[in-house]
T-cell receptor, first 112, second 110 residues
Framework: EPEVTQTPSHQVTQMGQEVILRCVPISNHLYFYWYRQILGQKVEFLVSFYNNEISEKSEIFDDQFSVERPDGSNFTLKIRSTKLEDSAMYFC??????????FGSGTRLTVV | EDQVTQSPEALRLQEGESSSLNCSYTVSGLRGLFWYRQDPGKGPEFLFTLYSAGEEKEKERLKATLTKKESFLHITAPKPEDSATYLCAVQARNTDKLIFGTGTRLQVFP
C-alpha cells in the first residue's frame, strides 16, 4: 500500500537553529499538508500546498515557517529559527483531492 | 467557530466488550467527517470518511455513523490489537484543513 514517508523520524536541534523536515508524498497525490501535534494536544493544521503554492495556512504558520517542493517528489517544511515551543511531532500528509488524507509517521522535533 | 469534541477521553474495555466513542462537532458547512486511528509515536491512520447525516461505514469490528451534530464509532467485540487513540476530524467546505478532536484513548485488555 502506498505510504507517505518522512525523514528524519527524530531530530534534536538547538534553539535558534534552522531545521528542515522532509516528506515524500504518495506519487499520484496532488495536495500536500503539514500538521503538528504538541505532546498531549490536538493535531493542528499548519499549511496546505497545491500546484506549487500555498493554498491555505494557519495562524501558527508564521514567517518562521516555509514549505517547498524542490524536485517534484519531496515536500519540505523549514523552520528558520527554532523555539522551544516548536517541539512537537510534525506530520506530513497528501491526498489526491483536498480531503481524505494519508499521513506519514511523523518527525519528532525536540528543541533544546 | 468550527470545533470537535470527543468523549470519553479514555476507555478501558475487556476483550469482547462492545462500546461506542462519540464525536460532537460544530462546523460551518460539513464537507466531511473523518475517523483516524493513532498508535503511540505514529501518524494518524485513515479509517473512514462520512459526508452526510445518516451515512454509515463499516470495517471489520468498527462501524462509523453520522448525524447532523455528532458521529459515533462503534466497536464490536474488540480485541487487544484495537487498542489505540481514535481521532475524529471535520473538514468544512471551502477549506483544506482538518480540525481534530483530542481523541479517545482506547485500551482493550484480555
Amino acid at each position: 500500500e502506498p505510504e507517505v514517508t518522512q525523514t528524519p523520524s527524530h531530530q534534536v536541534t538547538q534553539m535558534g537553529q534552522e531545521v528542515i523536515l522532509r516528506c515524500v508524498p504518495i506519487s499520484n497525490h496532488l495536495y500536500f499538508y503539514w500538521y503538528r501535534q504538541i505532546l498531549g494536544q490536538k493535531v493542528e493544521f499548519l499549511v496546505s500546498f497545491y500546484n506549487n503554492e500555498i493554498s491555505e495556512k494557519s495562524e501558527i504558520f508564521d514567517d518562521q515557517f516555509s514549505v517547498e517542493r524542490p524536485d517534484g517528489s519531496n515536500f519540505t517544511l523549514k523552520i528558520r529559527s527554532t523555539k522551544l515551543e516548536d517541539s512537537a511531532m510534525y506530520f506530513c500528509a497528501s491526498s489526491v483531492e483536498n480531503y481524505g488524507y494519508t499521513f506519514g509517521s511523523g518527525t519528532r522535533l525536540t528543541v533544546v | 467557530e468550527d470545533q470537535v469534541t470527543q468523549s470519553p477521553e479514555a476507555l478501558r474495555l475487556q476483550e469482547g466488550e462492545s462500546s461506542s466513542l462519540n464525536c460532537s462537532y460544530t462546523v460551518s458547512g460539513l464537507r466531511g467527517l473523518f475517523w483516524y486511528r493513532q498508535d503511540p509515536g505514529k501518524g494518524p491512520e485513515f479509517l473512514f470518511t462520512l459526508y452526510s447525516a445518516g451515512e454509515e461505514k463499516e470495517k471489520e469490528r468498527l462501524k462509523a455513523t453520522l448525524t447532523k451534530k455528532e458521529s459515533f464509532l462503534h466497536i464490536t467485540a474488540p480485541k487487544p490489537e484495537d487498542s489505540a487513540t481514535y481521532l475524529c476530524a471535520v473538514q468544512a467546505r471551502n477549506t483544506d484543513k482538518l480540525i481534530f478532536g483530542t481523541g479517545t484513548r482506547l485500551q482493550v485488555f484480555p
